[in-house]
């Protein structure tokens, strides 16, 4: 097996990964706010977070993996009682889109998707041991944690405390805090707002804490892995080191990796630049979620990606020549030659793979692996293809696309959906029919088929050995 090598952010640097329990990960991933629906910067880091998992599992690892939904903060508060409308009844579409975007992107399923708003117990809990540990007190009717009490406090991010001090002092006179660089672990609620019976009066939990007490409920006090954003190290991570290693005495994650941001066209997104682009935003202008998946891997996560549509059309073309090798492939007959160059190129193409995916997940260099071994392979098909030679092929690329997840599998979402949305059976029927129609003679019956195929994005080629179709 492959050594495993990820960068840390927690010491900045690159480390040979062992888990804690031999055979089996445990992950924790902030997850979405469902307050809208989620962006394409959004969408990186979860695609990300999938590439992990999917190169854990590759490596033979099994994986348990939350990922919290924060459905109650202020925002959300806010918007429901605009809506008139309570904050479950606010959130619910929102937590369906992000769903249906995740298999939209063919981003697995994790273990654990808990919701602030059924672990308010836990996080009482650990804001409780703070308290009688002395990292927290109260002030109003709000709970703080008390920075000036952990020593360690900086460490992820290697932030400047004093800096942070003059920048967030005016903030802070809102609050009647000890320090202004101290955070709020429990807010009490103003009138009509949603809230939770606590020992500090009715309120709700701040957002950091959440993390912390949904991570040690499914994962442990001490799990292997922790990822996000790279806009969530600091305060985010940052004070949920603070909370769960004050709380538990122990370290919370061993190894902490972030992703880089994603700007559009070289710029930042936003709202009012107007490209601040949604899953179903992208679709609807024909796009298709093969191609944006294709494109959000291809760039290492350590690497900011600069999302433009120019790239999304280099990612069909280069899409394009995984497809055309495959159905060459597909439609080209074996000879008796032999098979041990084209085991051997396999077998060559799958170390290469597997070596990107261990250096820190270098998915551009398992991708530019993959591209190699499909101009070895055409080459081999203008030779000539060795028995099981197909099979051979088909295994290797099967494999890569356990981690990757962008072959054509005919049911994308999108402009890959051309195909007219005939099914495979529809087509093969189609192409026999016609087949039938030029046997007999009949070709005004075969041009009609070939239209309708072509109408629905499908080309037909007739070879010595019969016809045969694409998607095109
Ligand atoms: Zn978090």
């Given at each position: 097996m492959n050594s495993l090598k990820l960068f840390n952010s927690l010491g900045r640097c690159l480390q040979e990964f062992e888990p804690l329990e031999p055979g089996h990960i445990r992950l924790y991933t902030c997850g979405?706010?469902?307050y809208d629906r989620i962006h394409i910067g959004n969408l990186r880091t979860f695609v990300f977070e999938d590439l992990l998992r999917r190169t854990l599992r590759f490596f033979g690892y099994r994986v348990t993996q939350a990922m919290n939904l924060t459905d109650v903060e202020d925002k959300i508060i806010a918007a429901a009682l605009e809506a008139d409308v309570d904050i479950g009844t606010f959130t619910a579409p929102h937590v369906a889109s992000f769903f249906d975007d995740l298999t939209t992107l063919r981003i697995e399923r994790v273990e654990h998707y808990p919701r602030a708003t059924e672990h308010v117990a836990e996080m009482i809990a650990m804001i409780e041991r703070l308290l009688t540990a002395g990292y927290a007190y109260c002030a109003d009717d709000c709970v703080f944690f008390r920075i000036g009490a952990d020593e360690d406090y900086g460490r992820l991010s290697g932030i400047d405390?004093?800096?942070?001090?003059?920048?967030?002092?005016?903030?802070?006179?809102e609050y009647d805090k000890e320090d202004a660089r101290d955070f709020v672990l429990w807010k009490g609620a103003?009138?009509?707002?949603?809230?939770?019976p606590s020992p500090?009066?009715?309120?709700?939990?701040?957002?950091?804490?959440?993390?912390?007490?949904?991570?040690?409920?499914?994962?442990?006090?001490t799990f292997d892995i922790h990822c996000g954003g790279v806009?969530?190290?600091?305060?985010?991570?940052?004070?949920?080191?603070?909370?769960?290693?004050s709380a538990n005495c122990c370290p919370l994650a061993r190894y902490w990796l972030h992703s880089e941001h994603l700007t559009v066209d070289g710029e930042k997104m936003s709202k009012s630049l107007g490209n601040c682009y949604t899953?179903?935003?992208?679709?609807?202008?024909?796009?298709?979620a093969r191609s944006i998946r294709y494109l959000l891997a291809s760039v290492h996560y350590r690497q900011q990606l600069d999302f433009t549509f120019d790239k999304l059309a280099a990612a069909d073309r280069a899409l394009k020549r995984i497809d055309d090798m495959r159905f060459r492939l597909a439609h080209e007959v074996e000879k008796e030659i032999d098979p041990g160059p084209l085991d051997r190129a396999a077998g060559r193409f799958e170390n290469a793979f597997a070596t990107a995916l261990a250096d820190d997940l270098n998915t551009a260099g398992a991708l530019g692996a993959v591209f190699t071994f499909v101009h070895t392979v055409n080459g081999f098909i203008d030779q000539g293809l060795p028995p099981g030679g197909r099979t051979r092929v088909h295994a290797a690329l099967d494999r890569a696309d356990q981690v990757l997840a962008v072959l054509d599998t005919g049911d994308w979402a999108g402009a890959a959906e051309s195909g007219g949305g005939l099914s495979d059976v529809e087509i093969?029927?189609?192409?026999?029919?016609?087949?039938?129609?030029?046997?007999?003679?009949?070709?005004?019956?075969?041009?009609?088929?070939?239209?309708?195929?072509?109408?629905a994005g499908?080309?037909?080629?007739?070879?010595?050995?019969?016809?045969?179709w694409k998607r095109g």
């Open positions: 979405p706010t469902v405390l004093d800096q942070v001090r003059r920048g967030e002092r005016v903030r802070s006179d103003k009138e009509g707002e949603p809230a939770w500090w009066g009715p309120g709700r939990p701040g957002w950091h804490i959440e993390c912390s007490a949904m991570s040690q409920k499914y994962l442990g006090k806009d969530n190290l600091f305060p985010h991570h940052e004070n949920e080191i603070a909370q769960s290693e899953l179903g935003d992208l679709l609807d202008r024909g796009l298709s093969d029927a189609l192409v026999a029919a016609r087949s039938e129609a030029r046997a007999t003679r009949d070709f005004a019956a075969a041009d009609r088929i070939r239209d309708q195929l072509s109408e499908v080309v037909v080629e007739d070879a010595p050995g019969g016809s045969r």
